[in-house]
């Protein structure tokens, strides 16, 4: 294998010469204390920087096997490391030269704790991918400088983020443990028949609406009113407690301003694990549980949304509604059916962002618009259906009607961001002021229609080239020609993760699409996949940009392809 003296005696024979000679790195480096991978090299200076790995051998990066030898411990050693490097990489200097010469780039990690494939921690080794920007002046290449960059930065970097006596041995022991007590109090929820808990301490509100750290000053720690509140025990935090939220229906009331969405949103993070200081990192969630939301103007493909929608007008069915442009309402119904289909166990809804008349039709309504002029049965008639007849929960936020207390096991009143339990007075508010209301419901949910997706109606390909994926942020991805809107997939909380969706479509088009095969059971032989070979799976080269996500938000990306065709 050639040596790193190698590699700096090579550029210094590239330097001054065109871009493209820069090629002839492509290879393995054995440095001093690791290995550098340099698995793809960048055309010219602006074009997506150069991708490459470093290995470095326990024998060196010396990491205890107490901090890996449990995946879930090895997950957030590497979230750890990536941290490290990454934030190393934001105090580097990056020089001079064109483009992107000099740039160190790993992939950013939110408040979620993840699987990346940017870095990973076995008996063996360490690896870290990331990418440089391989330097140059105009279009010639700046050997020397490539030569400090990848001879002299890279191994510092390596030696004071990916070896263990270099860094905070209290901090990682804290990172790791925080994640698999997390871990624990999750794998609780099910055998205390929750869907959530939510840590009394807990910080729920964020800064900002664009920064997802936890507010400072001024907020208020979250504690469970006493008749909700839980024990759960964790490996190394002991007992914690919380406010449990139990299965069945859950309706978050209170005045505007008083704390519901905020509640509401830590609930849908809590299907991830968080870092020590998010302040959410005790608050876990069903790891099935999907937020749905009103989304008019997605297009749907062969949805069986009848236990919602009835005849439309002009006898559209809804046995297998298709539209380019959903309504608020349909597009609701749709979310719900499609995260049911795809596995979802609990529904988390919002008022904010549901449609009015998808939620509700009071007595009043009733009477002026008959029930044969309303193809929409409200999901109030709907929601305990979805629980006796599926065992689905909702968590619902409603401020704005009561009418959700007929149908509610459990009230929470956000209270100046303090949970009350109002059940009880709830109940007899509902006993004494009755809605009057017809329920529309009847006594079953109704029938759920799986679907088989046209394998031919995915198509990666754009014009010459054979697969183009395109993934820049946590809203959109570009599979071919065709842009998936993923803006209402509220879940989704790293680029990272729609980069991996956008392989895992293909892969899934490729390897399990057939006309036989429900999308349901092509989505779990992915995520099979996934599970046992890990997100390198999903591509030919080892890439350092994916991030797990789960089935429900492949799922939820095939569904929004607006050349989706079911069979
Ligand atoms: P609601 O949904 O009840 O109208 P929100 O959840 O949107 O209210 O919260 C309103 C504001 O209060 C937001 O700016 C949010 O960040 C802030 N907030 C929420 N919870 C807390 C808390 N525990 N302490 C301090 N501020 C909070
Ligand atoms: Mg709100």
Redesign the pocket.
């Known amino acids: 294998m050639a040596t790193c003296d190698d590699l700096y005696e090579q550029l210094h024979r590239l330097d001054g010469q065109g871009y493209g000679a820069y090629k002839s790195l492509r290879g393995e480096y054995a440095f001093e204390d690791f290995v550098l991978h340099i698995d793809h090299v960048q055309g010219d200076p602006f074009a997506a920087p150069s991708r490459v790995r470093v290995v470095v051998p326990q024998a060196v990066a010396g990491f205890p096997k107490d901090l890996w030898a449990r995946p879930c411990r090895a997950i957030a050693l590497a979230d750890y490391l990536t941290r490290a490097f990454h934030g190393a990489t934001q105090r580097q200097e990056r020089g001079s030269g064109s483009g992107k010469s000099g740039q160190i780039g790993i992939v950013r990690p939110s408040q979620a704790v993840l699987e990346r494939s940017a870095a990973k921690v076995t008996a063996a080794a360490v690896e870290l991918r990331f990418t440089v920007g391989l330097p140059a002046f105009g279009r010639r290449i700046a050997g020397r400088q490539g030569a400090v960059l990848l001879c002299q930065a890279v191994p510092n970097l390596v030696k004071r983020t990916l070896v263990y006596e270099a860094l905070d041995r209290g901090k990682i022991q804290r990172h790791v443990d925080t994640v698999e007590d997390a871990e624990a109090l999750r794998s609780q929820l099910a055998d205390h028949s929750l869907v959530a808990f939510v840590a009394d301490g807990a910080?729920?509100?964020?800064r900002s609406g664009v920064d997802e750290r936890p507010?400072q000053d001024?907020?208020?720690?979250?504690k469970s009113p006493d008749a909700l509140r839980v024990t759960l025990r964790c490996p190394h935090a002991g007992e914690v407690s919380g406010m449990g939220i139990p299965q069945g229906i859950t309706l978050i009331v209170?005045?505007?301003?008083?704390?519901?969405?905020?509640?509401?949103?830590a609930i849908e993070a809590g299907v991830y694990n968080h870092v020590p200081d998010d302040g959410r990192h005790q608050v876990v969630t069903d790891p099935a549980a999907v937020k749905v939301r009103a989304e008019d103007g997605r297009s749907i493909a062969g949805v069986n949304i009848s236990p919602f929608i009835g005849s439309l007008p002009q006898g559209k069915s809804t046995q297998a509604f298709s539209t380019p442009n959903a309504s608020g309402s349909t597009s609701q119904a749709a979310n719900i059916i499609e995260a049911i289909e795809a596995g979802a166990t609990a529904l988390l809804v919002?008022e904010?962002t549901s449609a009015t008349n998808f939620m509700i039709r009071d007595r009043r309504m009733q009477a002026l618009i008959a029930k044969d002029r309303e193809p929409i049965t409200p999901f109030i008639d709907k929601v305990r259906q979805l629980y006796t007849d599926y065992g689905i929960s909702t968590v619902l936020?409603m401020?704005g009607s009561g009418d959700y207390f007929d149908v509610a096991d459990t009230v929470v009143a956000?209270d100046e961001?303090?949970p009350q339990d109002v059940t009880e007075r709830a109940r007899s508010i509902a006993a004494q002021y009755k809605t009057e209301r017809d329920r529309e419901g009847g006594p079953q949910f109704g029938s759920l229609t799986p679907r088989i997706v046209q394998p031919d109606s995915i198509d990666p390909s754009k014009g010459r080239h054979s697969v183009k994926l395109r993934a820049r942020d946590v809203d959109q991805l570009q599979i071919g020609t065709e842009a998936i809107d993923l803006s209402a997939v509220e879940q989704l909380v790293e680029p990272g993760q729609v980069r991996a969706i956008a392989e895992a479509i293909v892969y899934a088009q490729r390897h399990y699409m057939t006309a036989t095969t429900p999308l349901a059971a092509a989505i779990a032989a992915v995520m099979a996949d996934l599970g046992q070979h890990g997100l390198d799976s999903l591509t030919e080269w080892p890439m350092g940009d994916l991030v797990w996500f789960r089935g429900l938000e492949l799922a939820a990306a095939i569904n929004r392809l607006r050349t989706l065709q079911i069979g």
């Open positions: 910080i729920l509100p964020r507010l001024q907020a208020i720690p979250f209170g005045g505007g301003y008083h704390g519901k969405s905020t509640l509401l949103r919002d904010d936020v401020g956000m961001f303090v």
